[in-house]
């Protein structure tokens, strides 16, 4: 029974421990980037986003060590990066679009994802539901667009509701070809 008990203890221990590190982890990383204002963004930043997202708001700004991009954001390994390098995390939001994007202190957008809801739908997703899902109506929808400098990839989901209210959610890629239900 003892050696249960002290069994017991140290597993606790170690549950304890991991926890606690993993939380000291987070801090760490939260700590390495820095909020900033806008009047200490690079011009080149400035320029970029504003004519790449001409109606978004800015509402959060990081400047983020190449070690926190490098840790917490995917990045493309055909883009080297220097120990030197800074990034700037911007958050924007607009009429019915959120939008998350770093940049480079040159104002080369690295990555941006952006979430845009009640969206006109294209026409083949229109087709789709009225195909096959005869008597439902799309009734909300979103698009998320992953925007890299090379590549736009994007996937739509459509919730559709018949006329006794039942709903079902819809998932197609960004050329509307039907995925699956979620």
């Not at 987070?26 to 004519?51: F, G, H, M, S």
């Not at 979103?142 to 006329?163: G, L, M």
Request: hydrophobic share 35%; proline share 4%.
């Amino acid at each position: 029974m003892k050696l249960l008990k002290c069994t017991l203890a140290a597993v606790l221990f170690v549950l304890f421990a991991g926890t606690t590190s993993l939380h000291a982890q987070e801090q760490t990383t939260i700590l390495e980037a820095t909020r900033i204002n806008k009047e200490q963004l690079p011009k080149e930043v400035i320029d970029a986003y504003k004519k790449k997202f001409p109606s978004a708001n800015l509402k959060q700004i990081m400047k983020l060590p190449t070690s926190v991009y490098k840790k917490d954001w995917q990045i493309d390994e055909q883009n080297p990066m220097s120990p030197n390098d800074d990034y700037y995390y911007l958050s924007m939001t607009g009429k019915t679009v959120d939008i998350e994007a770093v940049y480079d202190r040159n104002g080369n957008l690295v990555r941006a994802n952006e979430t845009a809801t009640n969206m006109r739908l294209p026409a083949s997703i229109n087709k789709y539901i009225g195909d096959n899902y005869q008597g439902w109506r799309p009734v909300k929808d979103k698009v998320k667009r992953i925007i890299e400098p090379q590549e736009i990839s994007s996937r739509w989901e459509v919730k559709i509701a018949s006329a006794n209210k039942a709903t079902k959610r819809l998932l197609f890629d960004g050329q509307g070809n039907y995925l699956g239900e979620k």
